[in-house]
């Protein structure tokens, strides 16, 4: 019985915290080969540096 409470008390606090997490702020990445600029909320890759001085946004649009 106090396995199955463990269990239950674990599977709640999974739900909780995903029920609080966000989305990836997005932000201007720029390329070390031309400096041409794009927007990702993913990390591009070593060719690109992130920009987190012109802010961070809620969409796609760098917005």
């Not at 674990?10 to 966000?22: G, H, N, P, Y």
């Amino acid at each position: 019985m106090k396995s199955k409470m463990i269990i239950a008390g674990l599977i709640a606090a999974v739900c909780a915290a995903s029920a609080l997490a966000a989305p990836a702020p997005y932000m201007w990445y720029k390329s070390k080969l031309n400096g041409s600029l794009a927007c990702s909320n993913a990390y591009m890759g070593s060719g690109w540096e992130p920009q987190p001085q012109l802010g961070t946004f809620k969409n796609a649009a760098c917005r």
